[in-house]
């Protein structure tokens, strides 16, 4: 497993722009599968964007494709995630998630580690 931790959230604006950040603590990051994933109040855990160890392979959620971005680097045991034109609906805890293997995966179950979260909330 590998410990994660989330940065970046907070209270936006409808329409604004944030860049969310993921840290690792284990070397070398280029063997673990990364993804983002959402949590609302009252909703289940919803997969949002991920990314391949190599970056080639990259997938989001239809509700954040068209104005996110996921990236990685490697050397700096990072992750990022940028969603522009946020609306309030974007509003959750959004955590940073691993696995190992080169599959992509939309469930939570599919992976074994988990940062603790960051909240995002987007006034209207």
């Known amino acids: 497993q590998v410990t994660l931790a989330e940065s970046g959230g907070g209270l936006v604006q409808a329409g604004d722009s944030l860049r969310l950040s993921c840290s690792a603590a284990v070397r070398p990051t280029r063997e673990y599968f990364m993804a983002w994933f959402r949590q609302a109040p009252g909703k289940e855990r919803e997969f949002v964007a991920a990314i391949s160890q190599n970056s080639i392979e990259i997938h989001y959620a239809d509700f954040v494709k068209g104005r996110s971005s996921i990236t990685r680097e490697n050397t700096k045991n990072m992750m990022y995630l940028e969603i522009s034109s946020l609306k309030p609906e974007d509003t959750a805890v959004y955590y940073c998630?691993?696995?190992?293997?080169?599959?992509?995966?939309?469930?939570?179950?599919?992976?074994?580690?988990w940062g603790l979260g960051i909240q995002v909330t987007v006034s209207s």
């Open positions: 998630a691993a696995k190992k293997g080169v599959t992509l995966a939309t469930a939570p179950s599919e992976y074994s580690s």
